[in-house]
């Protein structure tokens, strides 16, 4: 990370704006009086981009931000310019006091230069902005103040961190983490493959033993159809059977409607005789 442009407002010791211009500058000296405002440069930076200042965090269950605001005011803002990867992003934090929430006091906002303007990539909440910052810069705070910056009074800092804090700082500074992650990938992608090829053995065991039954399915197959052309002719002569009993039944259904009308033509005949 390349910091190409600083703007504080009202924040620490700068009251309103205040603009640091960096470009074409490699190698810089702050000078001055206790108190002038040197740290305080360094701190908008680590502000802007991590939430942190004079060591310490601000918001998002840190300290109250309120004391970094200058005195009398009651909103601060810092603008950073950088280059990260080849490319000009900058990040702008917020703070007001006046806030109705203290979610929504903090504002971040991560851009990148298209070549035609700045372009907002932020989304969602303000750590999520920070964790964006974080994976663009591919180190946190801790690892910052322990390598590219040491904290006035704390240049012993990573030497008289604990073994488990050296090792975290120094898998920082070296991207050691992207092989953890692509680490943890490759092991979840074996898993994957495990369990695939585990389902993939318990098909082919239930396969093996489907074919392991082919012969008795063939022998059963077999004598169903041997049973099958003992039947046939036994349905066909038991279809014709049917046939015939239904022709009859037709026939004696017939002579019964005929037996009816004549019964009911001799009944009216003695009724008409009578009379």
């Excluded at 504080?8 to 206790?34: K, P, R, W």
């Excluded at 700082?169 to 992650?181: C, K, N, P, Q």
């Amino acid at each position: 990370m390349i910091p190409r442009q600083l703007r504080l407002y009202n924040f620490m010791s700068y009251q309103g704006e205040t603009e640091l211009d960096l470009y074409g500058i490699h190698v810089a000296c702050l000078s001055g009086d206790n108190g002038n405002g040197k740290s305080a440069l360094l701190d908008a930076m680590t502000w802007a981009l991590w939430g942190w200042a004079r060591g310490r965090r601000y918001g998002q269950g840190g300290a109250s931000p309120d004391e970094l605001v200058y005195q009398g005011q009651t909103e601060m803002e810092i603008t950073l310019d950088f280059e990260a990867n080849d490319t000009d992003h900058r990040v702008i934090r917020k703070y007001s006091k006046n806030a109705k929430s203290r979610n929504a006091a903090t504002i971040v906002d991560l851009q990148v230069n298209t070549g035609e303007g700045y372009r907002s990539l932020t989304v969602g909440s303000v750590g999520d902005s920070e964790r964006q910052l974080q994976h663009l810069l591919r180190m946190d705070y801790e690892t910052f103040v322990n390598s590219a910056f040491l904290l006035q009074g704390q240049a012993d800092r990573f030497t008289t961190s604990k073994p488990a804090e050296r090792k975290e700082t120094l898998a920082g500074i070296l991207g050691l983490s992207l092989y953890e992650r692509l680490e943890d990938r490759a092991k979840e992608r074996v898993r994957e493959h495990d369990s695939l090829l585990a389902r993939n053995q318990i098909d082919r065991e239930s396969v093996e033993r489907a074919l392991g039954r082919r012969p008795e399915i063939e022998e059963t197959l077999a004598v169903a159809e041997e049973s099958l052309e003992e039947v046939t002719p036994q349905l066909s002569s038991a279809k014709a059977e049917e046939d015939m009993l239904l022709a009859r039944l037709d026939t004696l259904q017939r002579v019964q409607q005929e037996a009816q009308e004549l019964r009911e033509t001799i009944t009216r005949g003695e009724v008409e005789a009578k009379q």
